[in-house]
T-cell receptor
Protein backbone atom coordinates (compact mmCIF):
# COMPACT_ATOMS: atom_id res chain seq x y z
CA UNK A 1 0.00 0.00 0.00
CA UNK A 2 1.50 3.31 -1.08
CA UNK A 3 -0.61 5.57 1.09
CA UNK A 4 -2.73 8.53 0.02
CA UNK A 5 -1.52 10.04 -3.22
CA UNK A 6 -2.23 13.58 -4.38
CA UNK A 7 -1.54 15.14 -7.76
CA UNK A 8 -0.17 17.52 -8.68
CA UNK A 9 2.08 18.40 -5.76
CA UNK A 10 2.30 22.01 -6.87
CA UNK A 11 0.07 24.15 -9.06
CA UNK A 12 0.57 27.76 -10.10
CA UNK A 13 -2.34 29.33 -11.91
CA UNK A 14 -3.50 32.73 -12.99
CA UNK A 15 -6.45 34.33 -11.26
CA UNK A 16 -9.68 33.39 -12.96
CA UNK A 17 -8.51 30.02 -14.23
CA UNK A 18 -10.00 26.70 -13.19
CA UNK A 19 -7.91 24.05 -11.46
CA UNK A 20 -8.54 20.42 -10.62
CA UNK A 21 -6.73 18.28 -8.06
CA UNK A 22 -6.80 14.53 -7.73
CA UNK A 23 -6.61 12.31 -4.68
CA UNK A 24 -6.12 8.55 -4.66
CA UNK A 25 -6.96 7.19 -1.21
CA UNK A 26 -5.66 4.05 0.42
CA UNK A 27 -7.43 1.18 -1.23
CA UNK A 28 -10.46 -0.11 0.67
CA UNK A 29 -10.82 3.12 2.64
CA UNK A 30 -14.42 4.13 2.24
CA UNK A 31 -14.09 7.64 3.69
CA UNK A 32 -12.29 10.44 1.93
CA UNK A 33 -11.74 13.97 3.22
CA UNK A 34 -10.59 17.26 1.73
CA UNK A 35 -9.01 19.93 3.92
CA UNK A 36 -7.34 23.25 3.24
CA UNK A 37 -4.34 24.49 5.19
CA UNK A 38 -2.85 27.97 5.16
CA UNK A 39 0.43 29.00 6.71
CA UNK A 40 0.39 28.77 10.48
CA UNK A 41 -3.06 27.24 10.64
CA UNK A 42 -4.46 23.79 11.12
CA UNK A 43 -6.33 21.87 8.45
CA UNK A 44 -9.73 23.42 7.71
CA UNK A 45 -12.53 21.05 6.71
CA UNK A 46 -13.84 21.36 3.15
CA UNK A 47 -15.86 18.22 2.44
CA UNK A 48 -15.99 14.49 2.90
CA UNK A 49 -17.31 11.35 1.27
CA UNK A 50 -18.42 7.96 2.38
CA UNK A 51 -17.95 5.78 -0.68
CA UNK A 52 -19.33 7.89 -3.55
CA UNK A 53 -21.73 9.91 -1.41
CA UNK A 54 -20.73 13.43 -0.42
CA UNK A 55 -21.89 13.68 3.18
CA UNK A 56 -21.06 17.26 4.02
CA UNK A 57 -19.64 20.37 2.45
CA UNK A 58 -18.29 23.24 4.50
CA UNK A 59 -20.49 26.32 4.63
CA UNK A 60 -17.31 28.32 4.17
CA UNK A 61 -16.94 27.00 0.65
CA UNK A 62 -18.30 29.05 -2.17
CA UNK A 63 -20.05 27.54 -5.15
CA UNK A 64 -16.75 27.79 -7.02
CA UNK A 65 -15.59 24.66 -5.20
CA UNK A 66 -16.85 21.23 -6.16
CA UNK A 67 -15.70 17.74 -5.34
CA UNK A 68 -16.56 14.34 -6.72
CA UNK A 69 -15.76 10.77 -5.92
CA UNK A 70 -17.07 8.64 -8.76
CA UNK A 71 -17.36 4.95 -7.97
CA UNK A 72 -16.10 5.57 -4.47
CA UNK A 73 -12.44 5.40 -5.46
CA UNK A 74 -10.35 8.47 -6.34
CA UNK A 75 -11.65 11.97 -5.80
CA UNK A 76 -11.25 15.29 -7.58
CA UNK A 77 -11.52 18.79 -6.18
CA UNK A 78 -12.19 21.56 -8.69
CA UNK A 79 -11.91 25.27 -8.06
CA UNK A 80 -13.47 27.48 -10.70
CA UNK A 81 -12.49 31.09 -11.36
CA UNK A 82 -9.64 30.97 -8.88
CA UNK A 83 -8.91 33.94 -6.63
CA UNK A 84 -5.74 34.88 -4.79
CA UNK A 85 -7.42 33.93 -1.52
CA UNK A 86 -7.61 30.33 -2.76
CA UNK A 87 -3.83 30.03 -2.44
CA UNK A 88 -3.24 27.30 0.14
CA UNK A 89 -2.25 23.69 0.65
CA UNK A 90 -5.09 21.32 -0.22
CA UNK A 91 -4.96 18.10 1.77
CA UNK A 92 -6.68 14.83 1.12
CA UNK A 93 -7.12 12.12 3.74
CA UNK A 94 -8.77 8.73 3.82
CA UNK A 95 -10.05 6.47 6.54
CA UNK A 96 -11.78 3.16 7.04
CA UNK A 97 -14.77 2.62 9.31
CA UNK A 98 -13.23 0.25 11.83
CA UNK A 99 -14.46 2.14 14.84
CA UNK A 100 -14.28 5.52 16.57
CA UNK A 101 -10.52 5.44 17.00
CA UNK A 102 -9.79 4.92 13.34
CA UNK A 103 -7.48 7.64 12.20
CA UNK A 104 -7.31 9.55 8.95
CA UNK A 105 -4.27 9.04 6.73
CA UNK A 106 -3.11 12.14 4.91
CA UNK A 107 -1.48 12.71 1.56
CA UNK A 108 1.33 15.21 1.13
CA UNK A 109 -1.00 17.81 -0.29
CA UNK A 110 -1.27 19.99 -3.38
CA UNK A 111 0.10 23.48 -2.95
CA UNK A 112 -1.91 25.99 -4.99
CA UNK A 113 -0.56 29.42 -5.80
CA UNK A 114 -2.86 31.86 -7.56
CA UNK A 115 -1.04 34.76 -9.20
CA UNK B 1 -20.32 22.66 18.30
CA UNK B 2 -16.97 20.97 17.90
CA UNK B 3 -13.61 22.72 18.16
CA UNK B 4 -10.03 22.24 19.30
CA UNK B 5 -7.84 24.84 20.97
CA UNK B 6 -4.13 24.34 21.46
CA UNK B 7 -1.38 26.50 22.83
CA UNK B 8 0.26 28.90 20.46
CA UNK B 9 3.84 28.41 19.49
CA UNK B 10 6.54 28.36 18.74
CA UNK B 11 7.79 26.38 21.69
CA UNK B 12 11.58 26.36 21.95
CA UNK B 13 13.29 23.83 24.21
CA UNK B 14 16.75 22.49 24.77
CA UNK B 15 17.42 18.83 24.08
CA UNK B 16 16.33 16.53 26.93
CA UNK B 17 13.87 19.11 28.31
CA UNK B 18 10.32 18.18 29.32
CA UNK B 19 7.59 19.01 26.82
CA UNK B 20 3.95 19.87 27.37
CA UNK B 21 1.66 21.11 24.63
CA UNK B 22 -1.80 21.96 25.89
CA UNK B 23 -4.94 20.99 24.02
CA UNK B 24 -8.56 21.48 25.02
CA UNK B 25 -11.68 20.65 23.07
CA UNK B 26 -15.41 21.19 22.90
CA UNK B 27 -17.53 18.47 21.41
CA UNK B 28 -21.00 17.06 21.25
CA UNK B 29 -21.25 13.38 21.93
CA UNK B 30 -18.21 11.21 22.57
CA UNK B 31 -15.26 12.18 20.38
CA UNK B 32 -12.02 10.35 19.79
CA UNK B 33 -8.89 12.43 20.26
CA UNK B 34 -5.68 12.46 18.25
CA UNK B 35 -2.29 14.08 18.02
CA UNK B 36 -0.81 14.43 14.56
CA UNK B 37 2.72 15.56 13.74
CA UNK B 38 4.00 17.30 10.63
CA UNK B 39 7.75 17.21 10.04
CA UNK B 40 9.25 19.79 7.69
CA UNK B 41 8.30 19.06 4.10
CA UNK B 42 6.11 16.10 4.99
CA UNK B 43 2.43 15.36 5.37
CA UNK B 44 0.50 14.97 8.61
CA UNK B 45 0.99 11.65 10.31
CA UNK B 46 -0.65 10.15 13.35
CA UNK B 47 1.37 10.35 16.55
CA UNK B 48 -1.09 8.89 19.07
CA UNK B 49 -4.76 8.60 19.86
CA UNK B 50 -7.34 7.86 22.58
CA UNK B 51 -10.94 6.85 22.13
CA UNK B 52 -12.56 7.25 25.55
CA UNK B 53 -12.19 9.01 28.88
CA UNK B 54 -9.06 8.14 30.88
CA UNK B 55 -7.44 6.36 27.93
CA UNK B 56 -3.76 7.15 27.51
CA UNK B 57 -2.29 7.23 24.02
CA UNK B 58 1.46 6.79 23.67
CA UNK B 59 4.05 6.53 20.91
CA UNK B 60 7.76 7.37 20.50
CA UNK B 61 7.98 8.56 24.10
CA UNK B 62 5.02 10.93 23.72
CA UNK B 63 1.91 10.52 25.87
CA UNK B 64 -1.52 12.12 26.18
CA UNK B 65 -4.43 11.26 28.45
CA UNK B 66 -8.09 11.80 27.51
CA UNK B 67 -9.49 13.91 30.35
CA UNK B 68 -13.24 14.27 30.03
CA UNK B 69 -13.65 16.30 33.21
CA UNK B 70 -11.30 19.02 31.93
CA UNK B 71 -11.97 18.37 28.21
CA UNK B 72 -8.24 18.17 27.62
CA UNK B 73 -5.70 16.01 25.80
CA UNK B 74 -2.32 17.52 26.62
CA UNK B 75 0.74 16.13 24.86
CA UNK B 76 3.82 15.35 26.98
CA UNK B 77 7.29 13.96 26.50
CA UNK B 78 9.85 13.56 29.23
CA UNK B 79 12.98 14.24 27.18
CA UNK B 80 12.76 15.84 23.75
CA UNK B 81 15.29 15.36 20.97
CA UNK B 82 16.29 17.60 18.08
CA UNK B 83 14.49 15.16 15.77
CA UNK B 84 11.19 15.99 17.53
CA UNK B 85 11.22 19.46 15.96
CA UNK B 86 7.96 19.65 14.02
CA UNK B 87 4.45 21.06 14.11
CA UNK B 88 2.00 19.22 16.35
CA UNK B 89 -1.76 19.23 15.77
CA UNK B 90 -4.42 18.18 18.23
CA UNK B 91 -7.60 16.82 16.64
CA UNK B 92 -10.94 15.28 17.49
CA UNK B 93 -13.21 13.01 15.51
CA UNK B 94 -16.90 13.37 16.27
CA UNK B 95 -19.66 10.80 16.13
CA UNK B 96 -20.16 11.59 12.43
CA UNK B 97 -16.53 10.73 11.60
CA UNK B 98 -15.59 14.34 10.90
CA UNK B 99 -12.16 15.53 12.05
CA UNK B 100 -11.54 18.94 13.61
CA UNK B 101 -8.00 20.25 14.04
CA UNK B 102 -6.34 22.80 16.23
CA UNK B 103 -4.14 25.50 14.73
CA UNK B 104 -0.91 23.63 15.43
CA UNK B 105 2.05 24.22 17.75
CA UNK B 106 5.53 24.47 16.32
CA UNK B 107 8.23 22.86 18.43
CA UNK B 108 11.87 23.80 18.03
CA UNK B 109 14.40 21.69 19.92
CA UNK B 110 17.93 23.07 20.16
CA UNK B 111 20.97 20.87 20.73
Amino acid sequence: DTGVSQNPRHKITKRGQNVTFRCDPISEHNRLYWYRQTLGQGPEFLTYFQNEAQLEKSRLLSDRFSAERPKGSFSTLEIQRTEQGDSAMYLCASSSDRGPGTEAFFGQGTRLTVV
Amino acid sequence: GNSVTQMEGPVTLSEEAFLTINCTYTATGYPSLFWYVQYPGEGLQLLLKATKADDKGSNKGFEATYRKETTSFHLEKGSVQVSDSAVYFCALKNNFNKFYFGSGTKLNVKP
